[in-house]
């Protein structure tokens, strides 16, 4: 699936690949922060060693920084999406729409759904751009 970027978020990814060497996929521009889709197998050196490397692209781009690791099948990429939640289980349901319905661990449900749903707003987001689905949602 294409997915077409803004200007605004081809600057802010080229400006997160010149600070981290690591050129991401994506870049949802946020009121309140970015989040870059990062190829799979590159996550661990987009955050750097106890986080210096994202904490530094933090403070040199003046935004709060959320990073997702790419996976190669759609209930990979939203278990990801839904990181650092535990997600037990993800199943697409293909009836009129398709839907992503995550099983979370009872724990983890606060931080699946993120402060004023901040985090599954972005894992439905990334999960229609990159996969065609129209919703993910928490069983």
């Keep these: 699936m294409r997915v077409e970027l803004s200007d605004e978020a081809r600057r802010y990814i080229g400006r997160f690949d010149e600070l981290t060497g690591i050129a991401p996929i994506d870049c949802l521009v946020e009121s309140d922060r970015l989040v870059f889709l990062v190829p799979a197998g590159e996550m661990a050196a987009a955050i750097g060693q106890a986080g210096e490397t994202v904490e530094e692209a933090e403070r040199r781009l003046d935004a ?68 065609d689905i129209d919703d993910v949602q928490l069983t």
């Design 64 to 131: 709060s920084i959320g990073l997702v690791e790419d996976a190669d099948t759609p209930e990979a990429f939203v278990a990801n999406a839904l990181s650092p939640a535990a997600v037990n289980a993800v199943t697409i349901s293909e009836q009129n729409d398709r839907v992503a319905y995550v099983e979370v661990a009872e724990a983890d449900r606060g931080v699946a759904i993120g402060a004023d749903g901040a985090n599954i707003e972005t894992a439905r987001r990334l999960a229609k751009r990159h996969y």
